[in-house]
């Protein structure tokens, strides 16, 4: 197990690495002059110059990278040349906002999928199990903005239940902040739980095909404890996985729906210092991103050990 923890963690920082080179080079490739986005475009060529050396555009590319890298591993991301404020504390600031409402749909994509995917599983060759699929396969289809936008519509607009859009701030109050991330929430996790749910349904339908499940309803015992103990202990390897994943797709798929509901948070930022030429910010919150990916992969990893006894690393 020690040396499995020393090789992941070693592929870790590599991926880390590579993944802020990437991130580098790929700010690096965008086209725009941020010299020229603060100064605007008739700005003096003197004028120019004078503020791409203040923001260290004018030494060669490796050198930015390695100082940029450097200032990363200190907390250290730069400034915003937009907001004129440290690249993290902006990050941090909108994490308040993006952190709640992914924890928050994925929950709720959890809560649904796992016993709607284990009751389809079980209600395999029933009338219920076409009606079931095909619920899933719409919600999947669906796309989350396109959901949101419906639950505006219905929640409201029509029944004037829940705000449309906005974030009043959890410093301003805690009830009206979420009960404006309460239909994010909802746009967001639902679409992840009809997928999380057909990929349930795949993983129990697989353990439940098995010998020692046969075997364990031949004993006799309860259907309960045939599905609890045996069935759905051996499927959460896979529920595990499709949590990460999920995890990582709720993250990411929340940049549309903040855009939908006006939500403060990192997807927002991002697209706006794209549209900016905000440099050291899209570095920031992009390698932000990669990082929870990378992370998340590490942590599923692990968990493999702690929930299958049989799983042994050399």
Do not use: C
């Not at 309860?222 to 999920?246: C, E, P």
């Amino acid at each position: 197990m020690t040396r499995f923890l020393a090789r992941r963690l070693l592929t870790t920082l590599v991926s880390l690495v590579l993944a802020s080179v990437v991130v580098f080079g790929a700010v690096l490739a965008v086209p725009g002059d941020p010299a020229a986005v603060i100064l605007g475009m008739n700005a003096a060529p003197e004028a120019l110059a004078a503020v791409r050396e203040q923001l260290g555009l004018d030494v060669p590319a490796p050198q930015r990278y390695l100082q940029w890298l450097g200032g990363v591993l200190r907390g250290d991301q730069g400034e915003s040349i937009q907001y004129q404020r440290p690249v993290a504390r902006l990050i941090g600031d909108r994490l308040a906002v993006s952190l709640p409402l992914t924890l928050a749909a994925a929950l709720l994509a959890t809560l649904v999928a796992v016993p709607v995917g284990i009751a389809t599983a079980l209600k395999r060759g029933t009338v219920w199990d076409p009606l079931l699929v095909l619920a899933s396969q719409v919600g999947a289809a669906i796309p989350s903005f396109w959901l949101g936008l419906l639950l505006i519509l219905v929640f409201a607009v029509g029944l004037g239940w829940l705000p449309s859009g906005g974030f009043p701030g959890w410093d301003v109050s805690v009830g009206r902040s979420l009960r404006a991330l309460a239909l994010p929430v909802l746009a967001l996790g639902l679409g992840q739980a009809a997928v999380m749910t057909r990929m349930t349904r795949a993983a129990m339908l697989d353990v439940l095909s098995q010998d020692f499940v046969r075997t364990a309803r031949a004993k006799g015992l309860a259907r309960r404890s045939v599905v609890g103990k045996h069935a759905l202990r051996n499927a959460l390897v896979t529920l595990v996985t499709v949590l990460g994943l999920t995890l990582v797709n709720v993250f990411v798929g929340a940049i549309v729906i903040e855009q939908v509901f006006s939500l403060p948070g990192i997807g927002r930022l991002v697209l706006t210092a794209i549209g900016n030429r905000d440099y050291p910010l899209v570095q920031g919150v992009v390698l932000l991103y990669a990082t929870a990916i990378v992370l998340m992969s590490f942590l599923v990893d692990l968990s493999y050990g702690w929930l299958d006894p049989r799983i042994r690393y050399a």
